[in-house]
């Protein structure tokens, strides 16, 4: 067991995961990010992919442009049921609504500009922090704007990534989202969280379903110890 794999997951160890992710990258290929946009772009999608899919999130992004082509200054002196019947289509939209421009808000307090092209001159850990500050802003999000925008090693817990990492048991079975975040931080070998988490994205969506995962079509199958319950 590795020093920082908690006691109710033996199976948390570098060279397993290794192993779990040549097996996936042998199984989908390149495992790269799906885009690199903007930081302050990628944290206000990701905060409108918040409990819904990402097509969903894509749809309320693109039309919350539309609505305001002058960007992200008008974005947050408009009328705060303007930006919620923009973002409609993303779900939440009374709740996400000022949460964006909150954002928008304090973005412009800190940096005298709706711009957070500052972050690409941080470390990591001064970058998630920055990110974990701003209001509303947990620790995936910020992992996913380290990732996707600033192409740093981060890999972001989303819901595919919390229930497959449980499943293979790289995390204890009742981990948090957040706690998971710190495990598999630690677990990971740097270089890896990036791709790895693209990896069990996939994996999550197209085969280790909720509530039932497809053990036998899945490459992990021999390696996972929760594969027998299915098998």
């Known amino acids: ?23 996936l990258l042998k199984r989908y290929g390149e495992l790269a990010p799906p885009r690199s946009v903007d930081p302050l ?3 206000i999608l990701t905060v409108l992919s918040q409990h819904t899919s990402d097509l969903n999130a894509g749809r309320a992004f693109a039309e919350l442009q539309r609505v305001f082509p002058k960007g992200w200054e008008q974005v947050a002196g408009a009328p705060t049921q303007k930006v919620a019947d923009a973002i409609r289509s993303g779900g939440l939209a009374n709740t996400k609504a000022p949460r964006i421009q909150e954002i ?12 957070l092209s500052s972050l ?3 470390t990591d850990r001064e970058a998630r922090d920055y ?4 209001p509303g802003i947990g620790p995936k999000t910020a992992a996913v704007v380290l990732s ?18 449980r499943r293979l048991g790289l995390i204890p079975p009742k981990t948090s989202a957040e706690r998971a975040d710190r495990l598999l931080h630690a677990l990971v070998p740097d270089g890896m969280r990036t791709s790895l988490h693209v990896a069990l994205i996939r994996l999550g969506r197209e085969i280790c379903k909720a509530p039932v995962p497809r053990c036998r079509q899945c490459p992990l199958n ?3 110890p929760t594969a027998p319950r299915y098998l």
């Open 148 to 165: 996707f925008a600033l192409g740093r090693d981060a890999l972001p817990v989303d819901t595919h990534v919390h229930r497959v990492s």
């Open 1 to 23: 067991m590795s020093p920082s794999a908690p006691a109710d997951a033996p199976n948390a160890t570098p060279r397993r995961v290794r192993a779990i992710h040549a097996r």
């Open 104 to 115: 928008l808000r304090e973005v412009r307090r800190r940096e005298g500009a709706y711009d």
């Open 41 to 43: 772009d990628e944290l």
């Open 222 to 224: 021999d390696l996972c």
């Open 120 to 122: 690409t001159d941080m």
């Open 131 to 134: 990110l974990t500050s701003l």
